[in-house]
């Protein structure tokens, strides 16, 4: 039997899993539960993890698995076997609506989507280039047609964690579909005073255009409207473990 607390911490970090890819931060289940503390949800995932509800993936952070739920005790077998199928250097393909919150999808469903699309990779995303700089015309990057909708498309190496809370880690290779017009909210590629290109959030506001990291150390940006041109804007994500 689980308390109700447990049993809401159980449900949230499920959804969210089902919802983004990843496992809620600490104080996202914080507010969730309406807990004071982060040693209230330590001690609620131990006591999941005593029972046999949850378990730590090692090494990694965020890394909450869900293996069974109070209303089916089975072991969560389709997840559980995805992940093995993966192997332990295997790819995650991550695609979803990021225009107001991450919602990636585990490789292991988009990789069966449909035969694979070769992709340009560019370099990592830096300040004081325009994106068609940083492309090396040999490099390329293979990913499921299913990811995919109209137009064209790019990949591109995250550097830096501006991005972290929205799912988006230094080292990860991030799809782009090629645009010059993106939807208050979305996480675009932007060119800066035609020579920093940065990905963030970006918001509108007013007759300015505000730049938000998804990470509370670093600072939004704000322009006015001619300053910033969008190159793109984030459909997916492949991160290698």
Do not use: C, W
């Amino acid at each position: 039997m689980l308390t109700r607390k447990q049993h809401e911490l159980l449900m949230f970090i499920d959804r969210h899993l089902r919802e983004t890819g990843f496992s809620p931060s600490f104080e996202e289940m914080k507010a969730a539960l309406d807990l004071k503390s982060k040693s209230g949800i330590h001690r609620l995932i131990t006591a999941l993890e005593e029972r046999g509800f949850l378990r730590r993936r090692a090494h990694r952070a965020r890394a909450l698995e869900v293996i069974r739920l109070p209303e089916n005790l089975a072991p969560r077998a389709g997840r559980t076997a995805a992940r093995a199928a993966e192997g332990p250097l295997g790819p995650n393909v991550i695609r979803g609506a990021f225009g107001t919150q991450a919602s990636p999808r585990p490789a292991a469903e988009a990789a069966n989507d449909a035969t694979a699309v070769s992709l340009p990779l560019y370099g990592r995303i830096a300040a004081g280039l325009p994106i068609e700089a940083l492309r090396d015309n040999g490099a390329s990057i293979e990913v499921p047609a299913g990811m995919l909708g109209n137009g064209d498309h790019y990949a591109l190496e995250v550097a830096g964690d501006s991005m972290v809370d929205a799912g988006i880690l230094d080292g990860d290779t991030v799809i782009i579909h090629r645009a010059d017009t993106a939807e208050n909210g979305a996480i675009v590629v932007a060119l800066v005073d035609e020579n920093e290109v940065t990905l963030k959030r970006l918001r509108r506001r007013g007759n300015s255009v505000a730049l938000e990291p998804a990470n509370p150390r670093h600072e939004t940006r704000i322009f006015g409207p001619d300053r910033v041109k969008v190159q793109g804007r984030l459909v997916g994500l492949l991160r290698r473990y």
